[in-house]
């Protein structure tokens, strides 16, 4: 048996597969928040308000319509903003 057909290799590559999926789907989740979040407190600390689901709400937005680059959270985040209030 080679390798390629041992199962116990199959299978941590499908483990391995996985986590990789799942880690980068933590790390772009928490990109959107560390940002939300900053601008957040920008908000708070001009007098402003925000809602309690406005975080989870963009990291949602984020995590669908980015391609994992940091570099689009801006531009992300003022889509995110002019479309909040668009029906669904």
Same mark, same amino acid.
């Given at each position: 048996?080679?390798?390629?057909? +041992? #199962?116990? @290799?199959?299978?941590?590559?499908?483990?391995?597969?996985? /986590?990789?999926?799942?880690?980068? *789907?933590?790390?772009?989740?928490?990109?959107?928040?560390?940002? @939300? /979040?900053?601008?957040?407190? =920008?908000?708070?600390?001009?007098?402003?308000? @925000? #809602? +309690?689901?406005?975080?989870?709400? /963009?990291?949602? /937005?984020?995590?669908?319509?980015?391609?994992?680059?940091?570099?689009?959270?801006?531009?992300?985040?003022? =889509?995110?903003? *002019?479309?909040?209030?668009? #029906?669904?």
């Amino acid at each position: 048996m080679t390798t390629t057909e +041992d #199962p116990m @290799v199959a299978y941590i590559g499908r483990l391995r597969a996985n /986590f990789e999926k799942e880690r980068e *789907s933590i790390r772009t989740r928490t990109l959107a928040m560390g940002y @939300v /979040f900053g601008r957040a407190a =920008e908000r708070v600390a001009a007098g402003g308000d @925000v #809602p +309690d689901d406005h975080a989870m709400a /963009f990291a949602d /937005f984020y995590e669908q319509h980015t391609d994992g680059s940091w570099a689009d959270l801006t531009r992300k985040y003022a =889509e995110f903003q *002019s479309g909040k209030d668009t #029906p669904k």
